[in-house]
């Protein structure tokens, strides 16, 4: 057997592993790799070592300590409890302002999974004194988060223009971010059109009692202080977010913002290792020629027209089930100039962008961390079946509307 066809199925061994098992794939892949490359390819051991995206192991490392240490030392908590004052206490608003308060997180640096169990147990606590349907209140909460997780100062955000940059089609930060969070906020306002945002305003009554905040620390000023300085450094300046997050941590660290220990102890070490061990399986399909095989197999099942929305359900149905960012973008983002190619048609960016939105939209689904972090923040437990049926089908049905939106409308944001 070829180590062409050896690689590719040790890539669906990783996704199925990745559907059923509760293994790190990341560790699977790179066991896999190392008997395909040597001993069938006949690589030597530092050749399969170079495939290691040491560059991108760096990055997402710096970013995920940098907001570790604002999640660890109260910061952005706080900053959520301050966001959610502004509402007033009127219970129709609770659920737009937490879909923009987990979307805001998010977009710093956090990522979803981060902003969203920072916010669930806030929000859901609130939209139950406030009556605010839990099924609504968890939709505008992981829907926040995921609108937020693409930005070019995300853990996630860093993977996909990673991998984008790779595959020739790099610098396209802001029309990533942007074709994702307008379809999750086009989800969204449907949500809040359908599952009661609009009898709320309907039964408006005495204002609802929000937490107040506790005062901000200064520790608090001195980490959004810095993090505003590593922002406007990453965007007016173009530094390397990886490298100088970095910088940015080491001065919260020896300003005494956080305890180190814990910082490191919140670094999502096991997403790292998913995230680089598949990167090193999909650098051996990418060398022995499986991602052409790959390409041509996908090239059988649709046509230049249909390949946005075929990507993007194609990536939202394994994604449901699967790590978007540790199995599905690194699994297919690598495989679009080829496919472009063999379609003899197509616009790669926009088949990019549609693989990123389709594989995102279906991940408030409760088999995913984010739905999951909703329903466990919820207040009633015995509400907790219902919104999980109720989320469960949500996420299926989002495989379907992210392929119709990128179909009709992701060609806006391929610039």
């Known amino acids: 057997m070829s180590p062409a066809l050896l690689s590719l199925l040790a890539l669906i061994v990783v996704i199925?592993?990745?559907?059923?098992?509760?293994?790190?794939?990341?560790?699977?892949?790179?066991a896999l790799a190392?008997?395909?490359?040597?001993?069938?390819?006949?690589?030597?051991?530092?050749?399969?070592?170079?495939?290691?995206?040491?560059?991108?192991?760096?990055?997402?490392?710096?970013?995920?300590?940098?907001?570790?240490?604002?999640?660890?030392?109260?910061?952005?908590?706080?900053?959520?409890?301050?966001?959610?004052?502004?509402?007033?206490?009127?219970?129709?608003?609770?659920?737009?302002?937490?879909?923009?308060?987990t979307g805001g997180v998010a977009t710093l640096g956090p990522g979803a999974i981060a902003a969203t169990a920072l916010i669930a147990p806030l929000a859901m606590s609130?939209?139950?004194?406030?009556?605010?349907?839990?099924?609504?209140?968890?939709?505008?909460?992981?829907?926040?988060?995921?609108?937020?997780?693409?930005?070019?100062?995300?853990?996630?955000?860093?993977?996909?223009?990673?991998?984008?940059?790779?595959?020739?089609?790099?610098?396209?930060?802001?029309?990533?971010?942007?074709?994702?969070?307008?379809?999750?906020?086009?989800?969204?306002?449907?949500?809040?059109?359908?599952?009661?945002?609009?009898?709320?305003?309907?039964q408006r009554g005495s204002p609802v009692a929000v937490p107040s905040a506790p005062p901000l620390a200064a520790r608090h000023w001195f980490t959004f202080a810095v993090i505003a300085s590593w922002i406007?450094?990453?965007?007016?300046?173009?530094?390397?977010?990886?490298?100088?997050?970095?910088?940015?941590?080491?001065?919260?660290?020896?300003?005494?913002?956080?305890?180190?220990?814990?910082?490191?102890?919140?670094?999502?070490?096991?997403?790292?290792?998913?995230?680089?061990?598949?990167?090193?399986?999909?650098?051996?399909?990418?060398?022995?020629?499986?991602m052409d095989l790959f390409t041509t197999l996908l090239a059988r099942i649709t046509t230049p027209g249909s390949a946005n929305a075929m990507m993007a359900f194609v990536t939202g149905l394994i994604s449901t089930y699967s790590s978007t960012s540790g199995v599905v973008y690194p699994a297919f983002l690598p495989t679009v100039p080829g496919l472009v190619q063999k379609l003899g048609g197509g616009n790669p960016l926009e088949i990019a962008l549609s693989i990123n939105v389709g594989a995102a939209i279906v991940d408030v689904s409760p088999l995913s961390t984010i739905g999951a972090l909703c329903i466990a923040a919820l207040p009633n437990a015995a509400e907790g079946r219902r919104v999980f049926r109720q989320m469960l089908l949500w996420g299926f049905a989002m495989t379907i509307v992210g392929a119709l939106f990128c179909h009709l409308a992701i060609r806006w944001f391929a610039f």
């Open 34 to 101: 190392w008997p395909i490359a040597m001993f069938v390819a006949g690589w030597k051991a530092d050749a399969l070592m170079n495939a290691f995206p040491a560059g991108l192991f760096l990055t997402l490392l710096g970013v995920t300590l940098l907001f570790g240490i604002a999640q660890r030392n109260g910061a952005l908590e706080a900053l959520a409890q301050r966001a959610v004052q502004t509402c007033g206490g009127v219970s129709a608003l609770l659920p737009p302002a937490f879909f923009l308060l």
């Open 126 to 202: 609130t939209g139950a004194t406030a009556r605010v349907p839990a099924f609504l209140m968890a939709l505008m909460v992981a829907n926040g988060g995921n609108a937020g997780n693409l930005s070019p100062f995300s853990a996630v955000g860093v993977i996909v223009n990673t991998l984008m940059l790779k595959a020739g089609l790099g610098h396209h930060e802001w029309g990533v971010f942007l074709a994702n969070f307008v379809a999750h906020a086009f989800v969204a306002i449907g949500a809040y059109l359908f599952f009661g945002g609009v009898a709320l305003w309907r």
């Open 232 to 290: 406007v450094a990453v965007v007016a300046f173009r530094a390397n977010p990886g490298l100088s997050a970095f910088v940015a941590a080491t001065v919260l660290l020896l300003g005494r913002a956080a305890d180190e220990n814990a910082v490191i102890a919140a670094v999502p070490w096991s997403i790292i290792v998913m995230v680089c061990g598949v990167s090193v399986l999909v650098g051996v399909i990418e060398k022995t020629g499986g």
């Open 16 to 30: 199925g592993f990745s559907l059923t098992s509760r293994i790190n794939v990341g560790v699977l892949a790179v």
